[in-house]
């Protein structure tokens, strides 16, 4: 018998409808996922392009690796989000400012329609770019992200200011999806992020810290000639009239990361969180001893617990697997009737994908990460009533990810059975799991 024969519920991402998410397994249909979502929402599709997915619809999500579209898909969990910055599809608009620059419409964009636009520089000496300032910020993290392709011109930028300074300016090369260039002024900080997406179009985000003046934040989208700019206000440069670089969808959000894309027209627009739970039974888990198992990578190191519940429902009998507010770390937390325990391992980093379980029986818990048994327990309290299957905790510390596989199994699996399901099958899937670079 194939191990996978003697799971209890397995989900790989692949089928769905409205409100729901099948596992593979069991076939009766009891381990399927409730799924709600209130909005509509964007993935990738097998195509590498970006499309829209209908309001409570899972959204399959396949992942770009080294600018390669992976052939299978995760499920993506996202909380809710608002992009503030409008018309992201129509920078003509006369709300997008325009200096030393003018913008043509009609190019090819991430989602394989003509919504992208071309930035054109002039042949003034100044900055070049389409800008526009975004009200209604709050908080000290907000994430500002563009997508850009090269032109004529291999370098471009994300540029902030509030009403009175200079913030931020991350510079990328689009030949080479590089990062050239960062700067902050005192008081701010950034973490920048550059994303291969299919024909040579690149996700250019700026997760920025600190306090804009009257909640104001100008975004700037420049060309550059270099990849080595001068630090604004004085990256500027004397253009020649037809050089330029595309763009399409620009997101300004309140966040420590960047999330998945969200279109607007003439006003704010927000996506709604994603949730699935609800899956299993009494008779789909066994309160005895099992195993839990997960591959996944987490969105980001945001200092947020995020978990998978095993539970009875409520708050006292659960088994958790959890990202947790510490970088890159995983927690298992057994809670019965009269405490808690934990097993830990720190990856290299949360938001590679890793395969991680847990066994538990009673004198015999066992955490494995990447085809290695990385902690134990003898611990002889187990939780009891286990029924359902959660990618929260029942109290809203949601798995935000991308989830490739999520199994339960009725016994506690040999030694050799657990490496076997926490290895990676080729030199190829390690590669792309913990996104190396193959040269």
């Not at 191990?3 to 991402?13: M, T, W």
């Not at 980001?300 to 429902?313: E, F, H, M, V």
């Not at 596989?405 to 799991?433: C, R, V």
Request: charged fraction near 15%; aromatic fraction near 10%.
């Amino acid at each position: 018998m194939s191990i996978y024969e003697k799971a209890g519920i397995a989900l790989v991402p692949s089928g769905y409808k409205a409100s729901k998410l099948y596992s593979t397994l069991p076939k009766n249909g009891v381990g399927d996922f409730d799924f709600t979502r209130a909005t509509t929402a964007t993935r990738v599709n097998s195509d590498g392009l970006i499309e829209s997915v209908a309001s409570n619809e899972p959204r399959l999500d396949y992942p770009i690796v080294n600018g390669v579209v992976q052939a299978t898909p995760s499920l993506l969990l996202e909380p809710a989000r608002t992009n503030l910055a409008l018309y992201s599809e129509d920078l003509s608009q006369g709300s997008w400012s325009k200096t030393g620059s003018s913008i043509v419409s009609g190019f090819v964009s991430p989602k394989g329609d003509l919504s992208a636009f071309k930035i054109v520089e002039t042949t003034s000496t100044s900055r070049h770019s389409v800008w526009r300032q975004i009200t209604g910020m709050s908080g000290t993290s907000n994430v500002v992200s563009v997508f850009f392709k090269q032109g004529e011109q291999r370098y471009a930028s994300i540029v902030t200011s509030d009403t009175t300074r200079w913030n931020t300016m991350v510079v990328v090369d689009l030949q080479n999806g590089l990062i050239t260039k960062e700067f902050n002024v005192s008081g701010f900080s950034s973490v920048n992020k550059i994303e291969a997406f299919a024909d040579g179009w690149y996700r250019l985000s700026a997760s920025i810290s600190g306090t804009y003046i009257d909640s104001a934040l100008y975004a700037r989208f420049c060309i550059q000639n270099s990849g080595t700019p001068s630090d604004p206000p004085s990256n500027t440069y004397t253009g020649d009239g037809t050089s330029g670089i595309y763009i399409w969808g620009p997101q300004v959000e309140a966040g420590s990361y960047p999330t998945s894309y969200i279109p607007t027209s003439g006003s704010a627009v927000t996506r709604n969180a994603d949730v699935a739970n609800g899956a299993g039974d009494a008779s789909t888990f066994n309160d005895s001893e099992g195993v839990l198992m997960v591959e996944a990578r987490a969105l980001a190191n945001d200092g947020t617990y995020k978990n998978i519940c095993l539970s009875d429902g409520g708050l006292i009998n659960r088994i958790l697997i959890q990202y947790t507010p510490t970088a890159n770390q995983i927690n298992v937390v057994i809670i019965y009737s009269g405490g808690q325990y934990l097993l830990s391992h720190t990856v290299s980093d949360v938001k590679n994908f890793s395969k991680f379980l847990i066994k538990y029986k009673v004198n015999d818990l066992a955490l494995w990460v990447n085809g290695f048994e990385v902690d134990t327990s003898t611990n002889s309290n187990l939780p009891i009533g286990l029924n359902t299957l959660s990618f929260d905790n029942t109290i809203g510390d949601v798995f935000y990810s991308n989830t490739k596989q999520l199994m339960t199994f009725k016994e506690a699996l040999t030694d050799a059975e657990l490496e076997n399901l926490t290895s990676w099958d080729s030199f190829i899937e390690l590669a792309q799991g913990q996104q190396y670079i193959i040269y």
